[in-house]
């Protein structure tokens, strides 16, 4: 009893510090991008006259309409393509256990340790042989590969968790490998997809590296690789780079706010069937 009253003290202790250390450095950003566009923010401290203005400014001249259409294009073809290849092979590979599916499952688990930052550069000369330099493109293939592993793992775990019997079922009534894919364990999987296509699109949207080392055009990056463009503009502003920044991540804080429910439903069935 004492064992699990002091795990629980020490959880929520390791939790409130976590939440403290996530939570500080955006209410920092928030009162840093509030004070005047030509001074230097010293610690956090709500501004005396917030400059609201700062937004709009940063706004229009980071030209953040015009990125935002760019990674919106890319998370259009990034996240349903991902998802798309993800689902079949995780069924094909947790669920029909295709020939070879435990080496193949071992090849795409390989890919989760390799370090991003040392393939860059061979992907650099990669996309320049492929003529997509400079494009959305160069983005978009890179990321969907560099995603398929762990995508692969999250759905391989989720079909690994349908009980066998369902899968019998279909069968006795008659239901084709497609049929049973589609109609059955398809709905089954809407928690598990909607959990990963929140997690791809987080990771897509910050993307920074890539559309900086692959695109020089900042309006054809996403909107965190365009950031640098921010600070070229205004290097000497950190209010407006603050309020940049806070632009930008929005987008990925307001998507998991509306789908956080069914986030964490996704992760807690594989401890509630275990």
């Not at 603050?242 to 307001?254: D, E, N, R, W, Y």
Request: some cysteine; glycine content about 6%; proline content about 6%.
């Amino acid at each position: 009893m004492i064992t699990t009253l002091s795990e629980k003290i020490i959880g929520r202790a390791l939790l409130i510090v976590a939440v403290i250390c996530t939570v500080l450095p955006i209410l920092s950003m928030f009162s840093a991008s509030l004070e005047p566009a030509d001074t230097t923010p010293l610690g956090l401290s709500w501004p005396k006259d917030p400059q609201w203005g700062n937004y709009k400014e940063a706004f229009s001249g980071g030209h953040v309409l015009e990125l935002m259409k760019s990674s919106i294009f890319i998370v259009l073809l990034v996240v349903p393509v991902t998802l798309l290849f993800a689902t079949m092979a995780g069924y094909a590979i947790g669920k029909m256990k295709i020939r070879g599916h435990s080496a193949l499952f071992f090849f795409f688990l390989l890919g989760l340790t390799i370090p991003f930052e040392s393939i860059i550069v061979p992907l650099y000369y990669q996309v320049d042989r492929l003529h997509l330099l400079n494009t959305q493109l160069a983005i978009v293939f890179p990321l969907i590969a560099l995603f398929m592993p762990f995508s692969i793992f999250w759905m391989r775990a989720h079909f690994l968790r349908i009980p066998s019997e369902i899968s019998e079922a279909a069968k006795v009534d008659g239901a084709s490998e497609f049929q049973e894919f589609r109609r059955i364990h398809m709905p089954l999987a809407i928690p598990s997809l909607s959990a990963l296509a929140v997690i791809i699109f987080i990771w897509t949207w910050n993307q920074f590296i890539l559309g900086v080392v692959l695109i020089d055009d900042p309006l054809k990056r996403t909107v965190a690789g365009a950031l640098t463009f921010f600070q070229g503009q205004y290097w000497i502003s950190i209010p407006l780079i603050s309020a940049s920044a806070l632009i930008i991540i929005a987008p990925s804080l307001i998507l998991f706010l509306i789908f956080q429910r069914k986030f964490i439903s996704s992760l807690l069935q594989g401890a509630i069937k275990a």
